[in-house]
């Protein structure tokens, strides 16, 4: 690759808590730097263009399309992937949780980007109405048609995190 | 889907970035990306150099000057005004509409001045702009500059800054005192851009009449249009139905713009009832002058 630093270069961030580097163009977007270069394939990418949602991760802990940022952008910031919501190998995430026992997942394609902005969104409105989630999961497209569960294991996940908080 | 190849600057300074759009050929600004991204992924924007302005510091203020002037930094990102206190103060129709424009993750890294670049006529904050009688301050190598919006928005998604300059700041003067906003707008699934979307401030006078009307409407031209029509109709008029209603009634005469999906007839019907009931809820909203 070109020692050309407008044309590539070495991106180093912290990608679910862990240093993590590597050198790609400066046209690799953050999704595809997440996928490709440091292997975390739990990050979707539907339509690359903004619309879909599947691709949203937390940088600095707000929810962004990772397929409207470039990778050169994430330099020196925290990244926070669907890999990395879970407390350890062996638990899941309150959301993980419910989303599992609701089947607030079929073909589990929209599912990263789901967690992702609800794990944002929860910590800003603990207590949600299910209209202020729908909203919230409005930039998130579900092609199974699942928002009902999702609405539902939301709102589970925020009472339990409630609980855990208290 | 990737971008097309570009070469890459993430100058520090604004100096710095205006440099480089000055030297470089076919060089764009690069602000939240939440556009400019999306049109380089679909290759609709192809440029030789990408000057990304988001490593600068100072863009993103938001500051209130003496006279009660609201201040906000291009690159302040649009979910950081959604919840500033001197936003929902200085411009409550700016929160109202920052709650319709996209989703909270494109929020999260929008700026206010990549969308007033942008210019889409459907976009909420350059209707926003234009309701609110706002200047925008752009700077270049000559220096700054400002100039109302009205200058500023020169054509369907073209705005009126030259190749080598950033726009830095837009400014929007202080609400009058018991002033009533609304921001509505129709949009088929929440975060679309909108088919018709409305903004209207009514500032009461000492007697709870009218005194000023700001109306405009987005999605209806190619740059967000005022009704001075509706505006005259409205100066001096006692709120109530009868003076919406017939400042509703200019929209009558509009001459939408009309794609694929929506008819200008349809736009122009919106454009009516969603003005009216804006003028309602601003009316309702409206204090003591």
Redesign the interface.
């Known amino acids: 690759m070109s020692d050309d630093r407008s044309l590539s270069r070495e991106v180093t961030c912290t990608v679910n808590g862990v240093k993590r580097a590597a050198t790609v163009s400066v046209r690799r977007t953050l999704a595809d730097f997440l996928r490709h270069d440091l292997g975390l394939t739990g990050t979707h990418l539907g339509c690359e263009h903004g619309v879909c949602g599947a691709c949203t991760v937390l940088v600095d802990g707000r929810a962004v399309r990772g397929c409207l940022m470039l990778a050169v952008q994430a330099e020196d910031r925290a990244v926070t992937t669907v890999e990395g919501l879970a407390p350890d190998a062996a638990s899941l995430h309150p959301l993980q949780a419910a989303f599992a026992r609701h089947h607030a997942l079929q073909c589990g394609f929209c599912t990263p980007g789901m967690l992702t902005t609800l794990v944002e969104f929860l910590a800003e409105v603990p207590e949600p109405t299910p209209a202020q989630v729908r909203e919230a999961i409005s930039g998130n497209l579900c092609r199974c048609t699942g928002y009902e569960p999702i609405v539902t294991a939301t709102l589970e996940a925020a009472a339990a995190m409630r609980r855990q908080a208290a | 889907?990737?971008?097309?190849?570009?070469?890459?600057?993430?100058p520090r300074t604004l100096d710095e970035a205006i440099a480089l759009l000055a030297g470089l050929p076919n060089a764009r600004p690069l602000a939240g990306?939440?556009s400019m991204?999306?049109m380089?992924?679909?290759r609709f924007a192809q440029p030789d150099?990408?000057v990304?302005l988001?490593r600068i510091t100072g863009l993103e203020t938001v500051e209130v000057e003496p006279d009660g002037t609201l201040a906000i930094g291009a690159m302040a990102r649009q979910?950081d005004l959604e919840r500033h206190p001197a936003v929902a103060r200085g411009c409550p129709m700016m929160v109202e509409a920052l709650g319709q424009v996209?989703?909270?993750?494109?929020r999260?890294?929008g700026t206010i001045g990549g969308s007033l670049c942008h210019l889409d006529p459907a976009a909420e904050l350059p209707l926003v702009a234009a309701a609110s009688d706002a200047v925008v301050v752009a700077a270049g190598p000559k220096g700054r500059r400002e100039a109302t919006f009205a200058d500023f928005a020169r054509g369907f998604m073209t705005p009126g800054l030259d190749p080598d300059e950033v726009l830095v700041a837009v400014r929007l003067p202080a609400l009058p005192a018991g002033a009533g906003c609304c921001f509505l707008e129709f949009a088929r699934?929440?975060?679309d851009f909108a088919i018709v979307a409305v903004a209207v401030t009514l500032v009461p006078d000492a007697a709870g009449r009218i005194a000023l009307a700001r109306i405009a409407l987005g999605g209806v031209g190619p740059v967000p249009l005022r009704l001075p029509e509706a505006e005259a109709a409205l100066r001096g008029a006692a709120p109530g139905a009868e003076a919406f209603g017939q400042a509703a009634a200019t929209t009558r005469h509009l001459d939408p713009l009309e794609d694929a999906l929506v008819p200008a007839w349809y736009r122009r019907h919106l454009a009516g009832v969603l003005l009216g009931r804006a003028l309602a809820t601003a009316a309702g909203r409206m204090g003591r002058a």
């Open positions: 889907m990737k971008p097309p190849p570009f070469a890459y600057h993430d990306g939440q991204m999306p380089l992924n679909m150099h990408l990304d988001n979910r996209g989703h909270r993750q494109t999260n890294r699934r929440h975060g």
